[in-house]
């Protein structure tokens, strides 16, 4: 089993930056070594969840859907089993509860279904 916790939400106007983290504790000894990867979704108010960035944590490989290109950037700290989201040029369609999740070689990185593995979220807010 792993754990994630989510972190770093919080109230900003359009414009500034937010870094979110996400904290995996559990059976993560495996977690650098082998193609977990980690994601972060966003479920704005009233709208499903989607897919917006991740990161395999063994490699390192990032990737992001478009609409969030040059603006929510991926990394990951293996030494302490944390994956982060910075997010810059923040806007207020950017308001929404992220959430990370995490699961061993996904095969649709954007599908909900593909991961065994959610932490609670952490609320986003962006003012205009």
């Known amino acids: 089993q792993v754990h994630l916790v989510e972190s770093g939400g919080g109230s900003v106007q359009a414009g500034g930056s937010l870094r979110l983290s996400c904290g995996a504790s559990?059976?993560?000894?495996?977690?650098?070594?082998?193609?977990?990867?980690v994601a972060w979704f966003r479920q704005p108010p009233g709208r499903d969840r989607e897919g917006v960035a991740g990161?395999?944590?063994?490699?390192?490989?990032?990737y992001h859907i478009a609409s969030v290109a040059g603006r929510l950037t991926v990394s990951r700290d293996n030494t302490n089993n944390t994956v982060y989201l910075q997010m810059n040029d923040l806007k207020p369609e950017d308001t929404a509860m992220y959430y990370c999740?995490?699961?061993?070689?996904?095969?649709?990185?954007?599908?909900?279904?593909?991961?065994?593995?959610w932490g609670q979220g952490t609320q986003v807010t962006v003012s205009s």
């Open positions: 559990g059976d993560t000894r495996d977690m650098p070594f082998m193609p977990f990867f």
């Open positions: 990161i395999y944590t063994n490699s390192g490989r990032s």
């Open positions: 999740a995490a699961s061993l070689n996904p095969r649709l990185l954007w599908r909900r279904d593909q991961y065994k593995y």
